[in-house]
Nanobody, 123 residues
Framework: QEQLVESGGGLVRPGGSLTLSCTGSGPMFSISAMGWYRQAPGNKREMVAAITNYGSMTNYADAVKGRFTISRDNSKKLMFLQMNSLEPEDTAVYYC????????????????WGQGTQVTVSS
């Protein structure tokens, strides 16, 4: 089972930037598709961005297109989410996740989750 740990969350002003990192520790990291998800209070968890195992393909939620960028470095077992032009509506707990199957990532049902990191966008 892959262990995933998020870091980089915090408080940022509207219009600011933040980069989240996800560190993996198991042997499946480089062959797993991965994604970033978020959940705000009272809302269900939603996919924010996804990336295939070698990074050849990405997918973004409409709400973050053009502002967020997902990337990964398999040699270091790291995945990133660069978030620019942050808005108060981006406030949520952000989770990284992995799965062998791309469809499971896109459909927000990966089998392996991190513990989450809080992102708060507020002035």
């Amino acid at each position: 089972q892959e262990q995933l740990v998020e870091s980089g969350g915090g408080l940022v002003r509207p219009g600011g930037s933040l980069t989240l990192s996800c560190t993996g520790s198991g042997p499946m990291f480089s062959i797993s598709a991965m994604g970033w998800y978020r959940q705000a209070p009272g809302n269900k968890r939603e996919m924010v961005a996804a990336i295939t195992n070698y990074g050849s393909m990405t997918n973004y939620a409409d709400a973050v297109k053009g502002r967020f960028t997902i990337s990964r470095d398999n040699s270091k077992k790291l995945m990133f989410l660069q978030m620019n032009s942050l808005e108060p509506e981006d406030t949520a707990v952000y989770y990284c996740a992995s799965d062998r199957y791309w469809n499971n990532i896109l459909e927000a049902r990966p089998n392996n989750w991190g513990q989450g990191t809080q992102v708060t966008v507020s002035s």
